[in-house]
Structures are given as structure tokens and as C-alpha cells.
């Protein structure tokens, strides 16, 4: 189960069936969480983050939402419909300007305010550095237009 968290927290996005349940129980097992167990405080706060690691306490799939552990609950029988639909949204997205982006995400995590900003007038600088914001853009218009 443990690890089970720790390989959701690494991801991006993150979506649960209804019946999912979340947990660190290792505590109990004599051993501390490690390694991916270090990014729940970035994601749900370092006293939910101590909760987990230090009760060894099991959460359902709506407590997870509710703490911002995952992003979407599904019922389990749509759970692979739900994935679908961010699959798709994904793959309208641009792969450059994704990449540029989970790059930026990463960066905001450890950088000042000041810093952070600077890094996205960076990577938008980047971005226009192709052809592909202009012809998106322009292929938005158009259709807005219609």
C-alpha cells in the first residue's frame, strides 16, 4: 500500500477509483516511508503528511481528493473511462509546450517567487522560439471566428 502512495505521488496526475484506499502503513512495520514518501508534504501538507507517516492511517479515495492527494475520483467502473478522457485532453495538448511546462512546474517547486516568475518569462520566451504557439493561436482564432 505503501509503496503503492509513493509511486501515485510521483505522478503528475493522479485519478482513483471510488474503492481505492491510501495509506503508509511501513510505521507499523518497524521501517520509516523513504524516497517518493518525501513529496506528500508538496501535495497535501506536512501535518496530513505526518498523519500518514506517523499513524500509519488508511484515508479513502474521497479523503484523498478532499486533501489533494489525487484529482479525480471515479467510480471504479469508470475509472478507465476517466483516464481516457485526460488521455485525450493530453494529446490535444502541445508536446513541446507540455514539456516546457512540467519542466516549469518542477522548477516553481524549489524556486522563489521572484526566481519562479523569471523562469516562466523564460520558458515562454522558449516556447516562441517555435513556430508552433503561432500556429496554434492562429488555428484557434479561426475557429473562434466561425
Do not use: H
Request: hydrophobic letters at 45%; charged letters at 25%; glycine letters at 8%.
Amino acid at each position: 500500500m505503501g509503496a503503492g502512495l509513493e509511486i501515485a505521488a510521483a505522478c503528475d496526475l493522479r485519478v482513483a477509483s471510488d474503492s481505492a484506499q491510501f495509506g503508509m502503513p511501513e510505521v507499523k512495520l518497524g521501517i520509516p516511508s523513504v524516497i517518493e514518501a518525501a513529496l506528500l508534504p508538496g501535495l497535501i501538507g506536512w501535518g496530513r503528511s505526518r498523519r500518514l507517516l506517523l499513524l500509519g492511517e488508511t484515508i479513502t479515495a474521497n479523503q484523498a481528493e478532499s486533501w489533494g492527494l489525487v484529482e479525480r475520483v471515479a467510480a471504479a467502473e469508470a475509472l478507465d473511462d476517466a483516464i481516457q478522457e485526460w488521455l485525450e485532453l493530453i494529446l490535444q495538448t502541445s508536446r513541446e509546450a507540455l514539456r516546457l511546462q512540467k519542466t516549469l512546474i518542477r522548477q516553481w517547486e524549489d524556486l522563489p517567487l521572484s526566481a519562479a516568475i523569471q523562469a516562466g518569462v523564460d520558458s515562454f520566451e522558449t516556447a516562441y522560439g517555435s513556430e508552433e504557439p503561432r500556429v496554434r493561436m492562429s488555428a484557434f482564432l479561426a475557429r473562434r471566428k466561425k
